[in-house]
């Protein structure tokens, strides 16, 4: 399987468990995973699993009004003539088992306090719930300042042979120290994800590398 279908798998997998924890059920076929209403903030209504995706058959999958959106895991669909936007470009990125950087330890969050805490350092607010963590298949990890604050953190999801990061952040420290940390907690399993901008090039600098081009299209 090619790094672009590892990391699409792995993160429609994640999508689907963020939205059973806000009481959404998914549906996942060859063709991809989506939910009929509307996901939660920052999370698309839809993942494409393979090229060539028929636009108007997985739009017919989704609530496809104003605030839609879809991860076209390929780059491959034009939802244009649909009245979606490319709201940003990416690239799904992979590292394959092999020594961690050394790291400051990330520290796995345990409690519905400790997330409430690290979802106002995320930013993310009600959209962590505490099922999450009680998912084996969720790891959610932080990085602590001297005075106890979260100065960082990622979210890991398993799936298959390869673990999935998102929702890497950093307030203080370097990046790269936050994605170094997600290496040394998981040696010699192959990781997969996603990243843009100014965020691709810390996970770069840890050892992944680019598998191909994604967008995610809006409707506004």
Known sequence: MSGA???????AEWC???CA???LT??????AWSVPRR???WYPDAVTLRPGVAADTLL???DAGPGASVKDS???LDLGPYGFRVLFAAEWIHRPPSAAPAAAPLTPVTSAQELTTWAAAHGGGELFRPPLLADPRVTVLARHAADGSVAGGAVLNRSGTETGVSNVFATGVDLAEIWAGVCAARPGVPLVGYESGPDLDPALR???TRTGPLRIWLRD
Do not use: T
């Open 16 to 18: 689907d468990i963020v």
């Open 26 to 31: 998914g549906r996942v076929d060859p063709d």
């Open 39 to 41: 996901s939660p903030p």
């Open 60 to 62: 017919d999958r989704i």
């Open 74 to 76: 390929f780059a491959d």
């Open 21 to 23: 924890s806000h009481g």
């Open 206 to 208: 840890v050892g992944f």
């Open 5 to 11: 279908r590892m990391g699409a798998r792995n993160n």
